[in-house]
């Protein structure tokens, strides 16, 4: 028989000992596991639920279109202060003239939209009616192209619509579906928002959630009718710039920002008093503002790694004791050194790995609660799982060793004569 036969059928024996062994002492070994389960567990729950956020984000940022900024009032940012966002709510407001400036003069656009938001409406058609969540906004022709936006049937608002204070409106899918019967095609019907009567002219196509909500649920007016029925003050119009290639994105952020500055007095060497924001910018934020928390998670569950690991190293020294005498007959008929360390090293590497698997599947499952809640499609994050499971196999060598050690180096007669 070869030497690599033998010593792979020493190395089973060794393995399914180790199996045996763990699944004659069932309540140790589910005690000992805990830890590992909960150390596991937080990282691979926390980072899946990142990722869920992150894809989330990711989705909803893709509503901009491609080469699209927004300029906004406000600065989107994940770790402003108290003071600092005290301090953006006292901006001036971006006016409609200060975007038209905007369009006038920033010549790398290929599209310039505008939009001013209203939250919480509801549309109403013959006796039926949406939630008070309805996003209203007004808007002018160019903003169906910076949004993305895809019609369904029926056409968007265009330039005569805004001219002639034509009461039109462009509905979200879910706005449609929730009103209209499928049999029914809106475009044509009369929708009535407070005061407001419109003529449905088109139905945007589906986009789907975002970040626990539904980007399908808005209406568009033109945005002179908007100003009409809710007037001009304390309303700050949203300017969305959809550059003319990628490679000149950042050259009309700041052709944008030198005309906003001087169009709103912004003194040389302040700050912007307006935020301005892209798909990557956002990103790049978020990632920022969850590090912190990631690193955190990681310190803690170290920590509790560390102490399953201590526990493993008790448990397998009792272990080694109460099998003092079993060891002594393996070492009698044959057994080596290295057979009886292989074999106990086995025994807390399974034990760890048992914890980690178990800890990466409620891991996974935990994070993706974050998912179903926020209604957006299910993330593995495999190389975490992987992460997670080598860690286990790490834990249970480090603190396998000296009790397999141990075992190993017990005298066989002595170990023999041990009751």
């Not at 959809?242 to 003194?267: F, G, M, P, W, Y």
Request: proline share 3%.
């Amino acid at each position: 028989m070869s030497t690599a036969v033998l010593e792979w059928g020493m190395l089973r024996e060794s393995l399914l000992m180790a199996v045996n062994a763990i699944r004659a002492s069932k309540l140790r070994s589910i005690l000992t596991l805990l830890g590992i389960v909960v150390g596991i567990f937080s990282i691979i729950a926390v980072m899946t639920a990142v990722g869920v956020l992150q894809n989330s984000i990711e989705g909803s940022l893709s509503q901009l279109g491609a080469n699209t900024f927004q300029v906004q009032k406000f600065t989107i940012d994940f770790n402003s202060t108290p003071e600092q966002r005290r301090k953006m709510w006292n901006r001036k407001d971006i006016t409609y003239e200060q975007a038209l400036l905007v369009r006038e003069r920033v010549t790398l656009a290929e599209a310039i939209g505008f939009e001013v938001p209203a939250w919480g409406k509801i549309v109403f058609w013959q006796g039926k009616k949406t939630n008070p969540n309805v996003h209203l906004l007004g808007v002018n022709p160019e903003a169906m192209v910076t949004n993305d936006f895809t019609m369904a049937s029926g056409r968007g608002i265009t330039q005569q619509d805004v001219e002639t204070g034509r009461k039109g409106i462009v509905l979200g899918a879910a706005v449609a579906e929730k009103l209209f019967p499928p049999n029914i095609n809106p475009v044509g019907e009369t929708v009535r928002v407070e005061k407001g009567v419109y003529q449905v002219i088109g139905v945007v196509a589906k986009k789907g959630g975002m970040l626990g909500g539904d980007s399908d649920n808005f209406a568009c007016i033109p945005i002179s009718v908007y100003f009409q029925y809710y007037g001009r003050a304390n309303r700050s119009v949203n300017i969305m710039v959809k550059a003319l290639s990628h490679e000149v994105v950042d050259d009309a952020i700041e052709q944008t920002r030198a005309v906003l500055r001087v169009a709103r007095n912004v003194d040389p060497g302040k700050e912007d008093d307006f935020g301005i924001f892209t798909n990557d910018s956002l990103i790049k934020q978020f990632n920022e503002f969850t590090f912190y928390l990631r690193l955190g998670v990681l310190v803690v569950s170290s920590i509790a790694l560390i102490a399953a690991g201590v526990g493993i190293m008790n448990i397998m020294l009792v272990s080694v004791t109460e099998r003092t005498r079993e060891i002594g007959i393996r070492k009698a008929i044959g057994a080596r050194r290295g057979d009886v360390l292989v074999q106990f090293m086995i025994e807390a590497i399974i034990l760890c790995e048992i914890g980690g698997v178990v800890g990466v599947a409620l891991g996974i499952l935990g994070g993706n609660v974050v998912g179903l809640l926020l209604k957006v499609s299910a993330v593995i994050p495999w190389d975490w799982a992987l992460i997670g499971l080598l860690v286990c196999t790490l834990v249970g060598f480090v603190f396998g060793v000296y009790p397999a050690w141990k075992a190993a180096n017990l005298d066989p007669i002595d170990a023999l004569r041990y009751e």
